[in-house]
């Protein structure tokens, strides 16, 4: 298993441009999750997904757009870069835990520069 | 402990030593607690996690205590080697309507001396 697999690992973007952060997990996990990680700071929650169709705004969804056609992807969309989204961005999966959480695991991260 | 600013706190230790990483929660009603190990340009990676019907939990090498009186949670980590060195993080969960997020601290960096 791949387990969380993001694309691509680094990308410079110039001030205004779009892009979209590809995530695809092969655990059949429902839930999705799409975080923000800066210099010296824990993981902000951008977007999150609780199975296809349905997603839904973490603490820091400005300036950022998700869609959840299908179980295995969750892409992360930026339509107009600005300075301050220069950031690693990670994607995460969990399974369906009822009432009971359970670990998220992680892909490698894209490493995204606005300038 | 979580850091504030742009600096994380720094734990460096001898190879063989013990290690103890210590995180404080907010949440008095999280009763789901993971740690996480972060390694230079990789995401986080799943260590062990505690629930808090437990104060206790062994894994391989690793021991997370958790103190609900004070929102305490410790991560120790026998004997350790070279390739422990990474960033350390907590986080911590809620069951019921929103159990399916985690709140994470900034993290500890480990550095282990050879």
């Known amino acids: 298993n791949a387990g969380v697999t993001q694309t691509p690992k680094f990308r410079i973007l110039k001030i205004g441009q779009s892009m979209t952060l590809q995530c695809a997990q092969d655990?059949?996990?429902?839930?999705m999750y799409w975080y923000r990680q800066d210099p010296g700071m824990g993981l902000k929650l951008i977007y999150y997904s609780v199975g296809a169709g349905i997603t839904d705004k973490g603490e820091v969804p400005n300036g950022y757009n998700v869609s959840r056609s299908t179980t295995e992807d969750f892409p992360l969309r930026l339509e107009l870069a600005a300075p301050s989204q220069t950031s690693v961005y990670f994607c995460?999966?969990?399974?369906?835990?009822?009432?009971?959480?359970?670990?998220?695991?992680f892909g490698d991260g894209t490493r995204l520069s606005i300038l | 402990g979580e850091s504030v600013g742009l600096h994380l706190p720094t734990l460096s230790v001898q190879e063989g030593d013990n290690s103890i990483i210590n995180c404080a929660y907010s949440n008095s009603a999280s009763d789901y607690f993971i740690w996480y190990k972060q390694e230079s340009g990789k995401g986080p990676q799943f260590i062990i996690d505690i629930r808090s019907n437990m104060d206790k939990r062994q894994g391989q090498r690793v021991t997370v205590l958790l103190n609900k009186t004070v929102k305490h949670l410790s991560l120790q980590i026998a004997a350790t080697q070279p390739g422990d060195s990474a960033v350390y993080f907590c986080a911590e969960g809620e069951s019921g309507g929103s159990n399916y997020k985690l709140t994470f601290g900034k993290g500890t960096l480990l550095t282990v001396n050879p």
């Open positions: 655990m059949n996990h429902n839930y």
């Open positions: 995460a999966s969990s399974s369906t835990g009822g009432h009971r959480n359970q670990p998220q695991h």
